[in-house]
């Protein structure tokens, strides 16, 4: 039975974490840190997270008899993924506390409905339409230059296409293969950024400084804080993330992508109901990480305090990058490296952040309102 | 075949750590953060280290079948506490790069034989002797007052007695029940510090700034760094600790631990070879922490910088200070449970860790010289 707790998973307890890529990987680490075991569940027999947990299991997401058994041996369960089956979820919360919920899976898992959402509650997002393939293969009815984008499954760039004429529009709807889609106008940005926040079981609410994100080939190649923003689009952008967790009834860690318009305007561009790439600097310029700060939330403990002691700048380490990593142990900074077996191209192997004093620079209040 | 190998663990690679205690698990912990496996070998069935190793032994330290397994299954060991069995590590050592030697490890296993290690170096310590329980009752032959040590398997104030009077001596001896002892002469000190230092493979050295570390009940309760000491006194006690670690070819972390007399003086108090609850302040104010920097050593990468970018204070959490962790969790700070099943008295739980900006208050070069 599933008694409401307001600590769920005390120190000496178990999180069951679902995937066991370097999120997981990272989140079992926090857990250690503040004395709770971590069971990963995972598909993958070399995922890099099993390395760190307590226990492990090796099975698909839809393997009942195995879910079962994880379900029993932990005391609350989250994801570090956000592809994970609907039914896998609904199934696990009637055995265990397990956050986020169904309801914010299902919202961010499928980019209409996640647009949809923002729409009804007011936040900014890009223009955006349900584009169906089998009705709308004509682009007279699109607005270019346009992204279209698959409703669900997308990540790294992957299920997108830029669409700027016909010819564009044809390869997309070959390599669509008659999913259901998004299309969304292409917005012409001055940069990116995004709100990695909290929210505990009770409703309070935590958000780091924002980042500003830069992207290469479709993936985050780093993260710098604090943005380029003005205080008061800082707090815009903590606001709306706020609104956003509220909405959702959300619990642990989420973040919120946004475009920053060459107007100042902040539009959501996604949701992400996890823990983030783009808040690995808090490891080294926070006290509390997000990874801890999602372990407290799910635990039902209180959160951490966000604050920022320094400046940082993350780097991701992709693919061949990693291969070097004498050199990359000899530079400043903190290495971390995923533990997984085989470099592949496009492939997430690490990360260095380094950190500066806070009052360097005065960029967090010099930027120009 | 123990081929020297400047790389003997890569990423992907096994670090193989005897004991399974807190220093063991933040070990293990800083392995992952790199991507080396940890295989932790304890003669506790419950050692907190086992919940985030990627390999468990549980045997006693003289199990010559599970250890050659487990020396097989790593590419280097080391341990968390000094009172490894001799013979282990001499075995240990012709399969795999055990680190630090059998040479480190007998010389401080032995208060005397360290004593006797430090004044051939020309190290400054406590005034001291050779106490034989067989030839040695009479109060007249000693200076009091000071105090009775074991030679061998002291830690946390276990195995010593101050000695003022014939009364302290009676008692002292009926404790020591023949083993053998050393005296030293009490200090006046004014206040104790410590260095964290690692050296490489390769001979490098590589010393955190010496934080001032107070007990209670022989037990560490806090270490505060900077420590109240002047730049030259500062260089001072590094400069010994590389003379120490460089005399005993030492590869690892060691730590230092000295008094500082009223008149200023710095003598070494006992040397520990392997990472220190004085310098658990190194993960939140160093981009890279002792735990990381003593794999770093041990696996023959580079050291990391040593610097702190902060000022810290870390306090203990012994016996029953651990219970109310909803309370703990509310402070400010970096929170650090060990995940002991149980409390006990004088037991380590945890830490907290406090930071500040390094210019606070000017400290670290405002002590008058």
Redesign the interface.
Known sequence: MNLPSR?PV???GTIGILGGGQLG?ML??AA??????SHIYSNAADAPA???A?KCTFAEFDDQTSLAAFAGSVNAITFEFENVPSDTIAMLARAKPTHPGAHALAVTQDRLAEKKFLSRIGVATTEYAAFNPEESGELGQIVVPAVLKTRRFGYDGKGQWTIRNRADLETALARLKGAPAILERLVDFSFECSVIAARGRDGTFAAYDPPENTHGEHILRRSSVPAPLTRAQSEEAKAVTARIAEALAYVGVLAVEFFVTREGVLLVNEIAPRVHNSGHWTL?AC??SQFEQHV?AIAG??L??PAR??NAVMENLIGAE?ED??TL??K??????????EIRAARKM?HI?Q?S??NDGNQRDGHPD
Chains 1, 2 share one sequence.
């Open positions: 600590f005390p120190p000496g990987r079992a680490l250690a840190k503040v004395g709770v075991k099993f390395d760190v307590t080294e006290l509390v407290r403990w209180p951490g305090d002691h320094s990693a990593w004498q142990a000899r400043s900074g903190a290495l971390h490296l995923y533990g997984k077996n690490g952040t950190i004093p806070l």
